[in-house]
């Protein structure tokens, strides 16, 4: 399965959260490091579910760049 990933920059570290997967988070002191987290974090975290009997999140959600004029 492909899910969407959101990486995001912060002053001294780096962070990852999944929105098809309430919860699935991961935090690292670099890019790479917090790619490899969230990849972990999420067989995880489908694995939990797994166990739990719980349905498997299809992916659905969608990212679109928007440009706009810079102030």
Do not use: T
């Not at 990933?5 to 699935?24: M, Y």
């Not at 969230?38 to 719980?54: N, S, T, V």
């Amino acid at each position: 399965m492909k899910y969407m990933v959101i990486i995001e920059k912060g002053l001294k570290s780096w962070g990852a959260f999944v929105p098809d997967l309430p919860g699935c988070v991961a935090a690292g002191e670099s890019r790479d490091e917090v790619v490899r987290l969230i990849k972990e974090a999420m067989e995880f975290h489908l694995e939990g579910l797994k166990a739990d009997g719980a349905s498997i999140p299809q992916p659905s959600s969608e990212i679109e760049y928007i440009e706009i004029a810079a102030a």
